[in-house]
């Protein structure tokens, strides 16, 4: 089917259509694009996992082991000479979006820009255009701040073929070339793998999806579309 045929920009609003039914009757979610790695770990390296601070113990018993915990506060800035994304445009979609720098939350997971209007890069990894390593872009698929879907929530209608543009702060773009698309449960995501600062550049971006369970307040799965450099515009 061509990029932004008839056929699939109905495609797109359907999908579109489950996601706003989803969030007008079960409520906002949130949408977590998984841990990240501690900024300075290895290439690889195991993403870092937030542990709960320990309970004081009684008086006398022993003192409680300090632990740390990844702060965003206390992350170190991004490498010199980068240049950082400020918009995405996936034009088979329809979708255009603001890109801001995130980095660490302080439950250890990647920071997402409160507005579903806005998506996050996570500054600690690669960035587009980068030789090597994945850059990673992640939005949340609605939030409570937008009262409603952001651009994100057409993700999933991503095909492989699709061309991203993204935009940096020095006025160039870069374009990408969506290799696949993916929807998978939470638990089940390997993200160790979406963070590489190694191995082949790539573009990822991420966001929620499935089913919006409103005790949790999340969504179940998350849509993960993975690209390739096409080159310079």
């Known amino acids: 089917m061509a990029p932004g045929s008839p056929a ?22 949130a949408c977590g694009a998984g841990p990240a790695p501690a900024p300075g770990s290895p290439p690889a390296a195991t993403p870092a996992t937030p542990t709960p601070t320990p309970s004081p113990s009684p008086p006398d018993g022993p003192e409680p082991t300090p632990v740390a915990v990844v702060r ?8 010199p000479g980068t240049v950082a ?28 820009p409160p507005l579903a209007e806005r998506a996050g890069w996570y500054r600690f990894g690669a960035a587009p255009g980068e030789p090597a390593g994945t850059a990673v872009i992640a939005a949340h ?9 952001g651009p994100f929530a057409r993700l999933g209608d991503a095909a492989p073929g699709d061309a991203v543009d993204v935009v940096l702060a020095d006025g160039s773009t870069l374009r990408y070339t969506v290799t696949a698309v993916e929807r998978m449960a939470k638990p089940a995501v390997a993200w160790a793998d979406v963070f590489r600062r190694d191995g082949s550049a790539r573009l990822i971006l991420v966001t929620c999806g499935g089913t919006f369970a409103r005790d949790a307040g999340r969504y179940s799965d998350n849509v993960i579309v993975t690209s390739e450099p096409a080159g310079q515009r």
């Open 8 to 29: 699939r920009r109905r495609g797109c609003r359907a999908a579109v259509a489950v996601l706003l039914a989803a969030a007008l009757t079960g409520g906002l979610g």
């Open 141 to 149: 698929v609605d939030s409570v701040a937008s009262a409603g879907l």
């Open 72 to 79: 965003a506060d206390l992350a170190a800035a991004a490498a």
């Open 85 to 112: 994304p400020v918009a995405l445009t996936i034009a088979a979609l329809g979708l255009e979006v603001p890109v801001d720098p995130v980095g660490v939350a302080p439950d250890g997971q990647m920071e997402i």
